[in-house]
């Protein structure tokens, strides 16, 4: 009996410990919140300095982003709503932003965005995220939030 009982509390203390850790493990879909105006406020000074150049200081992207350059690849691409960014998951932006384009693409496409992995830290890139989305209308974000979650 008196195993028993150990082993029942061993279980219990464990299932407890589980369940206490899982409950602290961030949602994905909200790692890039744009309902949190301070990691937005990172996320706007990051853009500025490292993404701005490029994407436009309004996220307007570049002009004629869709077609290809005769050295090839694209134009940066708006990320305001006129894009496509928001047809990706989180997971993916964080993703491309981190490794670059071209590790998350088929091999011989040609990508001019370098990676920022070496440059900015996991929390800057989300915030960078969270920046870029709070610019989306409210049928864009809630249609952006979906394909994150489904992407899990």
Not at 48 to 72: D, M
Not at 117 to 126: F, P, R, V
Request: net charge neutral; with cysteine.
């Amino acid at each position: 009996m008196r195993r028993f009982f150990v082993s029942f509390v061993v279980v219990l203390v464990v299932g407890v410990f589980a369940i206490a850790v899982l409950r602290n493990v961030p949602n994905p879909t909200y790692r890039a919140d744009p309902r949190d105006p301070q990691l937005v406020a990172q996320g706007q000074l990051v853009y500025n300095q490292y993404c701005a150049s490029c994407h436009g200081g309004n996220l307007e992207g570049q002009p004629n982003w869709k077609q290809t350059l005769p050295e090839g690849g694209r134009p940066a691409p708006p990320h305001d709503a006129t894009g496509h960014t928001w047809h990706h998951s989180d997971e993916l932006l964080f993703d491309i932003v981190k490794r670059g384009p071209e590790a998350m693409a088929s091999t011989g496409s040609v990508y001019r965005m370098p990676a920022f992995g070496h440059a900015l830290s996991d929390e800057e890139i989300w915030a960078v995220l969270a920046y870029i989305k709070i610019t989306w209308p409210p049928d864009i974000l809630a249609a952006q939030e979906q394909i994150s979650r489904q992407s899990r």
